[in-house]
């Protein structure tokens, strides 16, 4: 128990720290770096919430599919201009009231709502209930999802394909 | 830790990634602000579900996961277009409609 407090709280703050690197850092490429290093604490934090397979999926996807296009989308840009990214930011006081008030807001109504304390026991496996449920209960959105993903696949190579 | 603690902190990165959305003006910098933002939305389902003992939450999660790989695919192939266009990496550049 203890160590599942210190572990949320160590890839907790591993997050919000990683977070804030990216959208107050000056450069684009450690920006990016700072996004995976805040998705792989949030596998973490998966991780303390007994997902193994959406911890799994989240580095396998995102810290590794994501990261590496846009990666790769930065490398393609920078060639495309021929001059380092500029990286800075706008209305940083504006924004950052509206980010404010809307973070202090959600916070306010959180703890104002009674909320579970502690998990109910695992029936089961979960990685196997999610399965039996994604072939039964969510065949539809599952099929569906294999149709967006070809689509999207079919849209971003029309847009960047090669200029004629 | 109780529900409490997972539904504020995805509060919290939700914020900061609202924060780097509206004040990036590279356009990759906004996706990023996007992608912590999903991620923050990723963290508020995967808590409800083991909260309440019903993995639906995790499927969706699944399925946000998904879309938001397509969608950066898509984005960042967007951005590229518009670089070949205005050779820009500003958002404040991008004020056209027309192709």
Same mark, same amino acid.
């Not at chain 1, 919000?16 to 990016?32: D, I, P, T």
């Given at each position: 128990?203890?160590?599942?407090?210190?572990?949320?709280?160590?890839?907790?703050?591993? !997050? #919000? $720290?990683?977070? *804030?690197?990216? +959208?107050?850092?000056?450069?684009?490429?450690?920006?990016?770096?700072?996004? &995976? /290093? @805040?998705?792989?604490?949030?596998?973490?934090?998966?991780?303390?919430?007994?997902?193994?397979?959406?911890?799994?999926?989240?580095?396998?996807?995102?810290?590794?599919?994501?990261?590496?296009?846009?990666?790769?989308?930065?490398?393609?840009?920078?060639? !495309? #201009? $021929?001059?380092? *990214?500029?990286? +800075?930011?706008?209305?940083?006081?504006?924004?950052?009231?509206?980010?404010? &008030? /809307? @973070?202090?807001?959600?916070?306010?109504?959180?703890?104002?709502?009674?909320?579970?304390?502690?998990?109910?026991?695992?029936?089961?496996?979960?990685?196997?209930?999610?399965?039996?449920?994604?072939?039964?209960?969510?065949?539809?959105?599952?099929?569906? !999802?294999?149709?967006?993903? *070809?689509?999207?696949?079919?849209?971003?190579?029309?847009?960047?394909?090669?200029?004629? | 830790?109780?529900?409490?603690?997972?539904?504020?902190?995805?509060?919290?990165?939700?914020?900061?990634?609202?924060?780097?959305?509206?004040?990036?003006?590279?356009?990759?910098?906004?996706?990023?602000?996007?992608?912590?933002?999903?991620?923050?939305?990723?963290?508020?389902?995967?808590?409800?579900?083991?909260?309440?003992?019903?993995?639906?939450?995790?499927?969706?999660?699944?399925?946000?996961?998904?879309?938001?790989?397509?969608?950066?695919?898509?984005?960042?192939?967007?951005?590229?277009?518009?670089?070949?266009?205005?050779?820009?990496?500003?958002?404040?550049?991008?004020?056209?409609?027309?192709?």
């Amino acid at each position: 128990m203890t160590l599942e407090i210190a572990a949320f709280w160590a890839f907790a703050v591993t !997050l #919000v $720290g990683a977070g *804030l690197a990216v +959208v107050l850092g000056k450069n684009l490429f450690h920006s990016v770096l700072f996004l &995976a /290093l @805040a998705l792989i604490a949030t596998a973490g934090i998966f991780l303390t919430l007994d997902a193994e397979f959406i911890a799994a999926v989240q580095v396998l996807l995102y810290a590794g599919g994501v990261i590496t296009l846009v990666v790769f989308g930065i490398v393609v840009t920078e060639r !495309l #201009v $021929g001059e380092k *990214l500029s990286h +800075v930011s706008r209305h940083v006081a504006a924004g950052g009231l509206v980010a404010a &008030a /809307l @973070a202090a807001l959600l916070v306010r109504a959180i703890s104002h709502v009674p909320l579970a304390t502690t998990k109910p026991g695992l029936a089961g496996d979960l990685t196997r209930q999610m399965g039996t449920s994604l072939l039964t209960r969510f065949t539809l959105p599952f099929e569906l !999802l294999a149709v967006l993903l *070809l689509i999207g696949l079919l849209g971003a190579s029309y847009f960047a394909r090669p200029e004629d | 830790m109780g529900l409490q603690a997972y539904l504020t902190l995805a509060a919290v990165v939700f914020c900061i990634g609202l924060f780097g959305t509206v004040t990036r003006r590279n356009t990759i910098g906004i996706l990023l602000g996007i992608e912590l933002m999903l991620n923050a939305v990723n963290i508020n389902l995967v808590a409800f579900s083991r909260f309440r003992g019903d993995d639906t939450g995790m499927v969706f999660t699944l399925f946000a996961i998904c879309i938001t790989v397509a969608e950066v695919a898509l984005g960042l192939a967007i951005v590229i277009l518009l670089f070949r266009t205005r050779r820009s990496a500003s958002a404040d550049h991008i004020d056209w409609l027309r192709g």
